[in-house]
């Protein structure tokens, strides 16, 4: 026996026929549109693109990480006794006298 939604969709084909409830048409939209282009049901477009986005979420590297870098390469720089205060930058500038 085949069940088949308003829209269309048979849910019967699907692993675990599951109604899912999204209340705005344009994610509704989007999620159709997905499972027509890959050719795969609702539910297996769905389930991919949520462990894709978990992926790369957990893949993220922490901006405190990135950054670690560029901080050691700052801390290596040699010391040059000079004060970067307003004086400083204004003569940088082209301000300073």
Known sequence: ???YLESGICI????????YSIKDPETDRIIRELARVKG??????IRE???????RERAKIP??????????????APKTGQR???AFFDKL????Q
Do not use: T
């Open 1 to 3: 026996m085949s069940i």
């Open 12 to 19: 019967s084909d699907m692993r675990y026929p599951m109604a």
């Open 40 to 45: 795969k049901p609702i539910l297996d477009c």
């Open 49 to 55: 693109a949520c462990e894709n986005e978990l992926e």
């Open 63 to 76: 901006l405190w990480e990135r950054l670690q870098p560029l901080v050691r390469k700052v801390a290596s």
């Open 84 to 86: 970067a205060d307003k």
């Open 93 to 96: 500038s082209g301000d300073g």
